[in-house]
């Protein structure tokens, strides 16, 4: 079998190039740290256990995780405590780690150098917000080897993941054809196939 001639690679970027599950565990560790320092009244693996529901159940995009949070527990947990300073104390310490912490995976740090050293158009396919994911693109420091005419974000351009005309609009920003195209990611439904259904290499 003959594989086909590679002009262009996108790069999914959560649980890709980095790990997000783990960070994010880490992240919302330091937070419900930091609410029960500040007189959060509640045990510390309820909360989390309770956090981990919320972001469950509002996706990790929701931006009012902590007052929900805190609206799940009972009242005695915040009855000697601002529930706002509760709020911003989580918050804080969740940033803090986020820029702390948001590291590339070594591998993927090595194969994004070497491969900008070639004439493969790299870019990026990723699920999410734009401002959030452009943030990562820049504290990742993927911005040094991709083309930032190649950065898909899928709230920036309107299209998910799981519909491939997605890979196909970035295949044609690239100006190659689906087939000399790839992308890499760890998701089977929405990297895996629907990339391939839209005739790219996954």
């Given at each position: 079998m003959t594989l086909p001639l590679l002009r262009a690679i996108f790069f999914d970027i959560d649980d890709t190039l980095y790990s997000s599950s783990e960070f994010?565990?880490?992240?919302?560790?330091?937070?419900?740290?930091?609410?029960?320092?500040?007189?959060?009244?509640?045990?510390r693996a309820r909360v989390l256990t309770e956090l981990a529901r919320v972001v469950e159940e509002f996706g990790s995009n929701d931006s009012r995780h902590f007052q929900?949070?805190?609206?799940?527990?009972?009242?005695?947990?915040?009855?000697?405590?601002?529930?706002?300073?509760?709020?911003?104390?989580?918050?804080?310490?969740?940033?803090?780690?986020?820029?702390r912490e948001l590291r590339l995976r070594p591998e993927a740090r090595d194969v994004l150098q070497a491969l900008a050293a070639t004439q493969v158009a790299l870019g990026v396919v990723t699920a999410g917000i734009t401002g959030k994911q452009m943030e990562k693109v820049l504290r990742l420091g993927i911005d040094r080897w991709v083309d930032p005419g190649l950065i898909f974000i899928t709230d920036q351009v309107g299209i998910a993941k799981t519909n491939p005309r997605l890979y196909k609009l970035a295949a044609r920003k690239a100006r190659v054809?689906?087939?000399?195209?790839?992308?890499?990611?760890?998701?089977?439904?929405?990297d895996v196939e629907s990339a391939a259904r839209a005739g790219l290499v996954t």
């Open positions: 994010a565990g880490r992240a919302r560790e330091a937070s419900v740290d930091a609410m029960l320092a500040r007189g959060l009244a509640a045990d929900r949070l805190l609206d799940r527990l009972p009242s005695i947990a915040t009855a000697r405590v601002n529930p706002s300073l509760l709020v911003s104390a989580g918050m804080m310490a969740y940033h803090e780690t986020k820029w054809a689906t087939g000399e195209a790839m992308h890499v990611g760890d998701h089977p439904t929405r």
